[in-house]
């Protein structure tokens, strides 16, 4: 991280039916989308990327926060490589002042770049994995460095994160659905469609979810 500037919900037996199906070792590079009974106003409608998930905590960011503020304001030499909307995004209400990149970079375990430019890991030098084509970028790293491989690049302010078991409880009473994550997530054009766009794909009863209404009462 680095300082910058300035429908009806299935029932409850189902959902502990669902949790139990989410439940693995790790949830990382999963999705959390928000339920409608979720009633923390930092996570209405939200979809979280888990960028880290085990006996310690969890940590992730919100995808669908698009800020007014540009990259450019902030981060000048990364401005270019941010995918539109070219914003900083809001990924949590922990550590605001700090910023996340979090990058695609579409098949690169099957690549074969320079040595000279893949870390100890193979990874390229910059990014590490998190999950899949998904990483995090070090913001401190020139941008050269990735300016080639990159498929796609989000800036986020802040981030989520929860205890050991917070998490899990939340899932228990209902707060969240998990969900597999795609690479395009990352980069939606459309942040603020993502909730529906992500459970409208699901082949299962939460596809339904995604037709529930802003306002409940219309329900």
Do not use: C
């Not at 490589?81 to 949590?92: D, H, I, N, R, S």
């Not at 209400?93 to 979090?102: E, K, N, Q, T």
């Not at 690549?111 to 030098?125: E, K, T, V």
């Not at 228990?172 to 795609?182: I, L």
């Amino acid at each position: 991280m680095r300082p910058i500037a300035a429908v009806r919900s299935p029932s409850g037996a189902k959902m502990r039916d669902h949790v139990r199906m989410t439940e693995v070792s790790s949830l990382t590079g999963r999705l959390l989308v928000a339920t409608p009974a979720l009633a923390d106003p930092n996570f209405d409608r939200a979809v979280v990327l888990l960028l880290d998930h085990d006996e310690e905590g969890s940590l992730g960011v919100v995808l669908n926060r698009p800020t007014p503020v540009g990259v450019g304001d902030v981060l000048e030499p990364w401005a270019s490589l941010a995918g539109e909307p070219g914003v900083v995004f809001q990924g949590g209400p922990v550590s605001l002042d700090s910023a996340l990149g979090v990058a695609v970079i579409p098949g690169f375990e099957g690549a074969s770049p320079s040595s000279q430019l893949r870390s100890s890991r193979g990874d390229p030098l910059g990014w590490r994995r998190v999950y899949g084509a998904i990483g995090l970028v070090d913001l401190e790293a020139p941008p050269e460095l990735l300016a080639a491989a990159l498929g796609s690049l989000r800036i986020f302010a802040g981030y989520a994160g929860w205890g050991p078991g917070q998490l899990e409880d939340e899932l228990t009473d209902g707060a969240w659905y998990v969900v597999e994550s795609e690479p395009g997530d990352v980069s939606s054009p459309d942040p603020g469609s993502l909730w529906r766009a992500v459970l409208r794909r699901q082949r299962s009863e939460l596809a339904m979810v995604a037709t529930y209404p802003d306002d409940p009462s219309l329900n």
